[in-house]
């Protein structure tokens, strides 16, 4: 797998240019990064002028924090309430969208604070999530101004986030709806006086279809890796941007197996494919096991020598197979480099075609990505770096002594 750092700044850069001056774009690196790989898309995103990160999880944060990585965090579930202390030493910003769980956090603050364990200066930053219709987290309007009473009156906790999160950001009416319950939670806070904090609503969809106002921030999450989802209606204004977006990850491998089979083989477990004249068939070291679903199976294609090629039989859990027979030249050997997501001459398999083809979306398509698949990290420059299993934390930062296609058993995929 190859992930290109240049794409992901010239993302970043095309959807601040579209955004009201002042609002800051936070991009969301949950889940790997969306299976980018985290550490090294922060970096490369925070050296691009990202404002500051979310992600979903404490660990997320964690990792980020022990990465060198010193840009404000917000973790959007909230924790658990016994790790309050440790986000605030940690400098993390935390939601709350649960009366109960806020209660909790802020008497382990209390407690804290009572016997010195936490330094003046630490305090526990908390974004107010406010249930707008989503219907899976906030809080409701009308006990906002309670919750943020409690955060005031809690040493070592300061309230700096108004937000939520819109449930089908292309639905004008919806996204409307739910923008009004926003705007009345925050008119709530500013009748009881309390000092309206950064307000954020809009995500990547949220941007792209015009659909609620920027506010003071903006949660960059499918858009900054370059994708966006099969017909999305983006508005006319932000049509220029969603044109310019390039997509960051890509799919390689190389064949671990060139061969002829007779008519009437089957291919694959269960047969489900069967060879209807002899055939060309190269087995591809990619397979369920590294997020390339079953649901492919007899589905998809890959790309080699520019042009598609059907990808036949069941998709196993460490490899897939595909049928070059008609590939004209010289006979395809295990030299050849097939690319299942991205692009190569002028075609192009985006994770949007292969969304349709296991009936999920491209986020599905991208988080999925297996650990084990080696990340080669290029910029302008060139390879920065790799990340595999055995190099852990610090393979991409390390030297660009291999490829990624050197740096792993599993040599014949990137």
């Not at 840009?71 to 910003?93: D, T």
């Not at 802020?106 to 010195?116: F, K, P, Q, W």
Request: hydrophobic share 45%.
């Amino acid at each position: 797998m190859r992930i290109d750092l240049g794409r992901l700044a010239h993302n970043l850069a095309a959807i601040r240019a579209a955004l009201p001056a002042g609002v800051r774009v936070e991009p969301v690196v949950k889940a790997d990064a969306y299976g980018h790989g985290a550490v090294p898309c922060a970096r490369a995103l925070a050296a691009a002028g990202a404002d500051g990160f979310c992600v979903a999880t404490f660990d997320e944060g964690v990792e980020l924090r022990l990465a060198g990585i010193r840009s404000p965090i917000l973790i959007l579930y909230p924790v658990p309430p016994e790790l309050a202390i440790e986000a605030a030493r940690r400098s993390f910003a935390v939601a709350a969208s649960d009366t109960e769980l806020l209660r909790r956090s802020l008497d382990v603050l209390r407690a804290a604070h009572s016997r010195g364990e936490l330094p003046p200066h630490r305090r526990l930053m908390v974004h107010l999530e406010v249930e707008t219709g989503l219907g899976r987290g906030g809080l409701a309007g009308d006990a906002v101004p309670a919750a943020a009473a409690a955060i005031r009156e809690t040493p070592g906790a300061e309230l700096v986030g108004l937000w939520s999160h819109l449930a089908t950001p292309e639905d004008l009416d919806l996204s409307e709806r739910q923008a009004v319950r926003f705007r009345e939670a925050a008119a709530i806070l500013e009748d009881a006086r309390v000092r309206l904090p950064v307000r954020h609503l809009a995500a990547s969809g949220g941007v792209l279809a015009a659909s609620v106002p920027a506010y003071e921030s903006v949660r960059l999450g499918l858009a900054v890796y370059g994708l966006v989802p099969g017909g999305f209606p983006v508005a006319e204004r932000h049509a220029g941007v969603a044109a310019a977006l390039r997509p960051v990850m890509s799919l390689h491998a190389r064949p671990v197996r060139v061969a002829d089979l007779p008519a009437g083989a089957g291919v694959g477990y269960d047969a489900t494919f069967v060879t209807a004249r002899p055939s060309r068939i190269a087995t591809l070291p990619v397979g369920y096991g590294d997020g390339w679903s079953r649901a492919y199976s007899n589905r998809t294609s890959a790309l080699v020598r520019g042009r598609r090629v059907p990808l036949v039989g069941n998709v196993a859990m460490d490899a897939v197979m595909a049928d070059v027979t008609d590939v004209p030249g010289a006979p395809i050997t295990v030299d050849d480099e097939f690319v299942l997501l991205g692009e190569q001459g002028s075609e192009a398999i985006e994770a949007a075609e292969l969304a349709r083809a296991r009936t999920t979306n491209s986020w599905e398509v991208v988080t999925t990505m297996a650990r084990r698949l080696p990340r080669v990290y290029d910029s302008a420059a060139g390879t920065v770096g790799v990340r595999t299993l055995t190099g852990g934390k610090g393979a991409w930062l390390g030297s660009t002594s291999g490829t990624g296609t050197s740096a792993t058993s599993r040599s014949t995929r990137s």
